[in-house]
């Protein structure tokens, strides 16, 4: 399984921001797709994930209530919208795929996209 994922870019703190996830390839062998992200001089921390044939959803307490992950079965694409963002969210974004159905470590997750930089201002 392949993945691109893109969307990034500098905004403002209260924006919102939509990441896309493409995926390619085996797509079948994957479940659970997830984001996660890595802000300077901290660990990959999980932010949400979703399984491939749908509900249910997962996400970190961090987000929950203003990021919502969804995915395009037929575009193959999954979707991370963020609302109403915070300085703190600035961060790398990646995301993430595995045969398993869940997952809320990196380390549970065999496929990796590139990252995408998010910036928030104050």
């Known amino acids: 399984v392949q993945l691109q994922a893109s969307g990034g870019g500098l905004v403002r703190a209260g924006d919102s921001l939509r990441l896309s996830c493409a995926a390619s390839g085996r797509t079948s062998d994957a479940n659970i797709f997830g984001w996660f992200r890595q802000a300077p001089g901290k660990e990959r921390a999980f932010v949400a994930a979703?399984?491939?044939?749908?509900?249910?959803?997962y996400y970190a307490n961090s987000v929950r209530g203003r990021f919502t992950i969804s995915r395009n079965s037929v575009k193959n694409t999954i979707y991370l919208q963020m609302n109403s963002l915070k300085p703190e969210d600035t961060a790398i974004y990646y995301c993430a795929a595995d045969p398993k159905t869940y997952g809320d470590r990196d380390v549970e997750y065999q496929w990796w996209g590139q990252g995408t930089q998010v910036t928030v201002s104050s």
């Open positions: 979703v399984r491939w044939r749908g509900s249910p959803t």
